[in-house]
């Protein structure tokens, strides 16, 4: 109960207090200051955090960055005012509320995962953050979930979790509360892109509240406790000032979008696939603008030294080779031939674009109808990257991506198109039942939520196409976010014999569901709902609200601008 009641605090101030102190001086626009706030912030408490660790004094350092960035917040409290009361900052803070609201939400109601194939990865980021606490027991040669050495994953997130555990409890409950709050962020970066998408509406910022509100993907990859979408608020907020250096040349921008991208790197590894893309067009950049090269030092310097917070220390600790060929792409793609690695690259790109029924996605293991077609629709909107925008988003997404002016359309299909391929190309694995959205493209996909929104708003629809597009959402929440949030909130029961545990399974539950709730008994842990049994008629009445509200939001912004009210 009080992590749930305190998480909310924690978290806004260690997001914004050290980060604020930093910014009022910054010649930028408040919603750029707002994210610069967030990315120092959790740059200040990721360094430290680490420094705490490598020390020894975790536990005790932990409470004392909490209170250096409550005193933070407070010596900087005009300048949180500043941007609450400013229309754009605001609307991003206001928006960002609302989102954590609706994760701890989901986040309450949650007895197990049981979305499509996925399992062990909210455990391991458990440990990791237990790792960077300081907790008994996790020393710097154990092994997560029994199989992954510490470099395996980047730090950032984890240590940021650690710290504001230090302040809630080392439970479950108070990672999962706080991991799901750092995600639902990425909707800050979102808002920041909207304004280059439509120049008028500002009906798009609630579209896209309500669309983040009813979109499964977001739903799933928020409560779900790893560290993709966190990573998302950091490619897109380079994304975004990397573009406003392309349009007005500047040097703090280019050099924040390098650092936001240094940090997405040390969030989750997938963003090296972002850090590519836009590298490349940047050494195009760099040679066709006169006056770029200095710029371009001052940006990879900051980036470099960013990065080499954790690549020093994890070779330092582990080696060269275990720091770069001890995750899971590299060991992967080492075993397999050149030809077995095309084969593999070429099915994934399909899996990956293609709906699950083309391509043989796996049977459902859920014999019910309603669990057979949650599995069915998890396959599809969390793994298929076209559908993790829903069918509305593909299709407006596709018409607006067309009618762009040449050259911004030219550089969003780069974009798009070279970080699907090679996001999905690096894979190590030859993935089964599903495609490999949820690997590294998550931040494409609330990018491609945000382009919905901005279109919804661009363009007068119609009444017929937005009543279509209403109720495509609404079987789209219902069938994603509220089947999810129904059988997420079912305990599972499970049975030993003294040796093995197993999951008692009804109908209704996929063989993952099953296995994640055999670890979470075997790693004595317990979620939230394990708390609020007697409550989950409320909690999902509560659902309920949220998602009709998210429909309100989409429908009132499009009416409005439909008759040509927006301003």
Same mark, same amino acid.
């Given at each position: ?46 360094? %430290? ?90 020393? #710097?040669? !154990? ?32 990672? #999962? ?10 909707? #800050? ?96 950049? %760099? ?23 954790? !690549? ?113 190309? #690096? ?23 945000? !382009? ?18 209403? %109720? ?62 007697? !409550? ?32």
């Amino acid at each position: 109960m009080w992590a749930l009641l305190l998480s909310p605090i924690v978290v806004l101030v260690l997001m914004l207090g050290p980060g604020l102190m930093f910014v009022r001086r910054m010649r930028l626009m408040p919603l750029e200051r707002l994210v610069v706030a967030i990315a120092i912030s959790s740059l200040c408490v990721y360094l %430290l955090g680490v420094t705490a660790r490598v020390m020894g004094v975790s536990s005790g350092a932990g409470l004392l960055m909490l209170a250096g960035a409550g005193v933070c917040l407070w010596v900087s409290r005009d300048e949180f005012w500043r941007l609450w009361r400013h229309r754009q900052s605001g609307a991003a803070m206001r928006i960002a509320v609302v989102l954590l609201g609706w994760v701890l939400l989901l986040c309450a109601g949650l007895a197990v995962y049981s979305m499509c194939f996925f399992g062990a990865d909210w455990a391991e980021h458990y440990q990791r953050a237990m790792f960077w606490k300081g907790a008994d027991g996790y020393g #710097v040669d !154990f092994s997560f979930i029994g199989r992954y050495l510490l470099t395996a994953r980047p730090p950032l997130q984890n240590v940021v979790t650690a710290v504001a555990m230090s302040g809630l409890g080392e439970g479950y409950q108070s990672y #999962v509360y706080v991991t799901a709050m750092l995600n639902a962020l990425v909707s #800050v970066s979102a808002v920041l892109l909207l304004p280059m998408m439509v120049r008028r509406g500002r009906r798009g910022q609630w579209i896209l509240l309500g669309l983040l509100l009813l979109s499964p993907m977001f739903a799933f990859h928020a409560t779900y406790a790893w560290t993709k979408l966190y990573c998302g608020f950091f490619v897109l907020a380079s994304w975004a000032f990397y573009v406003r250096h392309m349009t007005q040349a500047s040097t703090l921008r280019l050099t924040i979008a390098g650092a936001m991208m240094a940090m997405a790197v040390l969030v989750h590894y997938s963003a090296v696939v972002f850090l590519l893309i836009l590298g490349l067009h940047y050494v195009w950049m %760099l040679m066709s603008r006169r006056g770029e090269l200095r710029r371009a030092v001052l940006a990879v310097s900051v980036s470099c030294v960013i990065g080499m917070s954790w !690549f020093g220390l994890a070779m330092q600790t582990y080696g060269a080779r275990a720091t770069f060929f001890g995750n899971t792409v590299a060991e992967e793609t080492s075993i397999r031939t050149l030809e077995e690695n095309a084969e593999k690259i070429a099915w994934n790109i399909r899996a990956t674009i293609f709906p699950q029924v083309w391509v043989g996605g796996l049977a459902p293991s859920a014999s019910s109808y309603w669990g057979g077609l949650r599995e069915r629709l998890g396959q599809n909107n969390l793994t298929c990257f076209p559908l993790m925008l829903g069918v509305g988003g593909v299709v407006i997404g596709l018409w607006g991506m067309v009618t762009l002016p040449r050259g911004r359309r030219l550089f969003a299909w780069w974009w798009v198109v070279g970080s699907v391929l090679l996001g999905v190309g #690096v894979h190590g694995d030859a993935v089964v039942g599903g495609g490999l959205a949820q690997v590294g493209l998550l931040p494409l996909g609330v990018m491609g939520l945000t !382009f919905f929104a901005a279109n919804l708003v661009k363009r007068r629809w119609g009444l017929g196409l937005n009543v279509v597009v209403l %109720l495509v959402l609404a079987w789209e929440c219902f069938s994603g976010v509220g089947l999810m949030s129904f059988y997420q909130s079912q305990e599972i029961a499970t049975v030993s014999d003294g040796t093995v545990v197993r999951a008692v399974l009804t109908q209704d539950h996929s063989t993952v569901a099953g296995v994640n709730a055999v670890s979470k008994v075997l790693l004595g842990l317990r979620f939230p709902m394990d708390e609020w049994r007697e !409550f989950r008629g409320g909690f999902l009445g509560c659902v309920g609200v949220g998602l009709s509200f998210g429909l309100a939001l989409v429908w009132s912004g499009v009416r409005r601008n439909a008759r040509g009210l927006g301003s």
